[in-house]
């Protein structure tokens, strides 16, 4: 108890002597850093509202790219819905007298020829869409078959394309890239003129991205973005195959204008000056306002970039290298913000993914409008603040008169007491008593360091514990080992009884058979001692096999070849089957993998013999190309490889074993057809 006194004395008078120090420290410095602690706060509130106006922002970023995402998702839709119309018409018994439908081409022999051969084309003036044919193919059955299909489009174009807010075009491409596009804007006179017609006579379905070889999903493509050789600006498309059955038929496209969606960007303005703009998944500009271009440039534009489309389609690093910082956030995180300079100017440049085309939606904001409201926070944290000072100077005599009083009590109650609770813990662990607890008094350092005592004084009861467990286990596992060691004598005992007792039984009746012979025709006694050297042949396989069982090591003496001969004589010995094998030379491979190879033949020559009732077995080693495969395929009943066998351990073993030496395995089985298992390394 006078120690503890002693120690409660020395922990109030250092206590005390704290509190004074810190009373006169804090009465000289208070004054001289308001000042700093002022801007401290207005520098803490600009963060505040900044990290509030970053969350908003980027909330409203993710719903913007969200509404742009569901757009081309509009668009993309639209498509399909074309393509599955296409495919009910042509599948439905309804047949459509074209003949009767006005303006509408439903056979090759409307189109004309173009004066050079590289167009076929519908020269009806009054026609409500375009039909495009390459010269360079010759319409036949498939052009008829292409335009008659097509020709339902001819209604439901202008309703489904007003459905989307940035398309402005849809059409439809056949097999023979036959062309049906909406809405009717001259595009024969456009294609002669522009070249592109020329261009397209080496043109092939087979290369669009949409074709089947590309799209064996048949899923909706969307196309890169690309300058329209027709005068729509920059354009994005998205493609939706048709097949009838298994047969592709062409695909319906439409095309979605840039510009549109700049105009959309326009409108998207957090604060006055704050711009937005799109780029695709490899860091393409894709759509900005002009005001944006000449920011996200930090430089004036050059004639040519000033055009509406004039940025578009250059990456963004070659824009300003100073944006490469963005690139690399949309790398790390579909949506963030990160803070930079720009132009001289300190922005946030808040940014969100659109899932379904790999795009980015990203808005800058410069940050003095964003915390254009810490000013006036600064401005009621000055008019406060000579109050403020004398208020805790005040405050602060009382604190101290108070403090001294309450040190004394709390160093008593709270310090000498729960180290004298520790030390007597300390003594019981030293005298050999782990289920000493000490109590846990307050929520403190001094109560982590007891709860910490009695998980420690827990924690070597429970290794105490463990570690006896652990000896009994180790005894029941040391059981277990000689248990399997007894199972496996006796399985090997009854090998030996069922085979090779057996064939010393029969060399035995065959020789007494031929002593019989040699007394009364010894020129018949060629068939008994044929008999007698088969069965000693026989069992003394047998006996091979069975040492080889026991001592699998002679596999890197006599190797995986020699091995799988004395398993297949065996068999054919033991159990009279027709055993055919096929072995290339001793591959060269591990001494691990070829134990595994011959225990899953093994394992699935057991299988062979007791569950498949096969009469002919079939064992392959073969290397070819560098890779080695063992096929073991029998005759029998096979069986479900889709059923569950429990207990069965082989089953599970064999790919276990596979997998082990990295090695792919394969079970081939169906009901009455017998089974193949295929392991290749």
Not at 91 to 110: E, G, H, L, N, R
Not at 263 to 272: C, G, M, Q, V, Y
Not at 477 to 505: C, G
Not at 562 to 572: F, G
């Amino acid at each position: 108890m006078l120690r503890m006194n002693r120690i409660s004395i020395k922990i109030t008078a250092g206590v005390m002597a704290f509190v004074l120090l810190l009373a006169v420290a804090t009465s000289l410095l208070l004054t001289r850093g308001f000042d700093q602690a002022e801007r401290a706060a207005v520098q803490r509130s600009a963060d505040s509202l900044q990290k509030q106006s970053r969350t908003t922002l980027i909330q409203l970023t993710e719903q913007e790219a969200l509404l742009y995402d569901l757009e081309m998702e509009q668009a993309a839709r639209v498509t399909k819905i074309a393509a599955d119309f296409v495919v009910q018409s042509h599948s439905s018994d309804k047949i459509i007298d074209w003949s009767t439908a006005p303006d509408v081409v439903y056979q090759a022999s409307q189109l004309s020829l173009s004066d050079n051969g590289l167009l076929y084309y519908d020269a009806n003036p009054n026609r409500r869409t375009e039909i495009l044919h390459i010269g360079s193919i010759k319409p036949d059955d498939i052009t008829d078959q292409s335009l008659r299909d097509s020709a339902v489009l001819e209604d439901i174009f202008p309703s489904l394309l007003a459905q989307t807010q940035t398309g402005v075009g849809i059409y439809f491409q056949g097999p023979q890239l036959t062309f049906r596009y909406y809405p009717v804007r001259g595009l024969p006179e456009l294609e002669l003129q522009n070249g592109a017609a020329e261009a397209a006579q080496t043109a092939r379905i087979e290369d669009f991205p949409v074709a089947p070889n590309n799209n064996p999903e048949r899923k909706t493509v969307w196309l890169p973005p690309y300058l329209d050789d027709a005068g729509q600006g920059l354009l994005i498309s998205a493609n939706t195959p048709i097949y009838y059955g298994s047969d592709f038929q062409g695909f319906i496209g439409i095309d979605v204008s840039l510009m549109r969606l700049i105009e959309r960007l326009n409108e998207l303005k957090p604060t006055e000056n704050s711009f937005a703009f799109l780029m695709d998944a490899d860091g393409r500009l894709i759509a900005v306002p002009q005001d944006g271009a000449v920011k996200l440039a930090n430089r004036a534009l050059t004639a040519q970039e000033q055009a509406p489309n004039g940025l578009l389609g250059s990456a963004l690093t070659d824009i300003n290298p100073q944006l490469a910082t963005i690139t690399e956030s949309i790398k790390s995180s579909a949506s963030d913000a990160l803070e930079m300079n720009l132009n001289g100017q300190p922005v946030l440049i808040t940014h969100a993914s659109l899932p379904s085309l790999g795009w980015t939606l990203s808005i800058v904001v410069p940050l003095n409008e964003v915390t254009a409201e810490s000013q006036k926070v600064a401005l009621s944290i000055q008019s406060d603040g000579i109050l403020t000072v004398r208020n805790t100077l005040l405050t602060m005599a009382l604190f101290f008169i108070g403090a001294a009083l309450v040190t004394i009590w709390l160093s008593q109650s709270f310090l000498a007491r729960p180290i004298a609770q520790m030390l007597n813990g300390v003594r019981a662990i030293t005298s050999g008593d782990l289920n000493v607890s000490v109590p846990v008094a307050a929520n403190d350092e001094l109560g982590e360091l007891a709860t910490s005592f009695n998980q420690m004084t827990n924690e070597l009861n429970r290794r105490t514990n463990e570690l006896a467990q652990t000896s009994a286990e180790l005894q029941l596992k040391d059981t277990q080992v000689k248990v399997a060691a007894l199972e496996e004598r006796q399985r090997l005992a009854r090998e030996l009884h069922d085979s090779v007792s057996q064939a010393l039984y029969g060399i035995a009746l065959g020789a007494r058979t031929a002593q019989t012979q040699l007394e009364r025709d010894p020129a018949k006694l060629a068939e008994p001692l044929d008999y007698i050297l088969s069965l000693a042949e026989a069992g003394l396989s047998e006996m091979r096999a069975l040492i080889f069982e026991l001592r699998p090591e002679s596999l890197k003496n006599e190797g995986l070849v020699a091995a799988l001969t004395k398993q297949s004589d065996a068999l054919r010995a033991r159990y009279k089957l027709d055993v055919v094998t096929r072995f290339d030379s001793e591959p060269e491979i591990s001494l691990e993998a070829k134990e595994a190879l011959y225990r899953i033949t093994q394992e699935a020559m057991h299988n062979v013999v007791k569950h498949a009732h096969a009469t002919h077995v079939e064992l392959t080693l073969e290397e070819r190309v560098g890779k080695l495969t063992l096929e073991i395929h029998d005759n029998g009943k096979g069986f479900d490889t889709n059923r569950e066998f429990p207990g069965h351990l082989g089953i599970k073993s064999m790919p276990e074993r596979a997998a082990q030496i990295g090695a792919q395995f394969r079970i081939q089985s169906q009901t009455g057809e017998g089974t193949t298992i295929t392991v290749s390394l």
